[in-house]
């Protein structure tokens, strides 16, 4: 029996399965889940309505299941539309989980094209596809190393 809030079998597998430096991609609704992610990645689909299931949910489950290094979220580049706008009110719901979860790891946005590169990476290992609908909610996790 698990002891963490796990309990979706794939992803339990390709965690299990991962790596140190392994890269987590939880997608919001508005990913384009299809075109951009790793050759190296499964797909689990979890959008079953919008807004169900978050990438805040997911994130804080997820942080139950495995060590991470790094957090980072998709940076809005400077002539888009919403980068007038501050952060994504999604983001300090990111910075709650992790303060909730006595973590150390900041919140780091990466630039969007940027963060595609990465995701198109060989250790890009796992994209769970989410129904949010909050704009900028993507999160890319960095698997770290078990220590105990």
């Known amino acids: 029996m698990l002891k963490h809030r796990l309990i979706h079998p794939k992803i339990n597998e390709v965690l299990g399965q ?15 889940v299809s075109t951009k992610r790793g050759l190296n990645a499964e797909l689990v689909s979890l959008n079953l309505a919008p807004g169900i299931v978050t990438c805040a949910q997911v ?8 060590p991470v ?3 980072n979220t998709m940076g809005i580049p400077e002539d ?3 980068a007038h706008k501050g ?3 999604v983001w300090n719901e990111f910075r709650k989980i992790l303060r909730a979860t006595r973590s150390k790891l900041k919140l780091e946005p990466i630039q969007k094209w940027d963060f595609y590169d990465l995701v198109a990476s060989p250790d890009h290992v796992l994209t769970i596809q989410t129904g949010d609908q909050a704009l900028w909610a993507n ?3 960095t698997i770290g190393c078990r220590e105990k």
Request: proline content about 9%; hydrophobic content about 50%; charged content about 15%.
């Open 69 to 71: 290094d790094r957090v």
């Open 80 to 82: 888009d539309a919403y």
């Open 18 to 32: 991962a790596g140190h430096h392994a890269l987590i991609l939880i997608a919001d609704g508005n990913y384009p």
């Open 59 to 66: 994130l804080e489950t997820l942080l139950t299941a495995a």
């Open 139 to 141: 999160v890319l996790l």
């Open 87 to 89: 952060e994504p009110p």
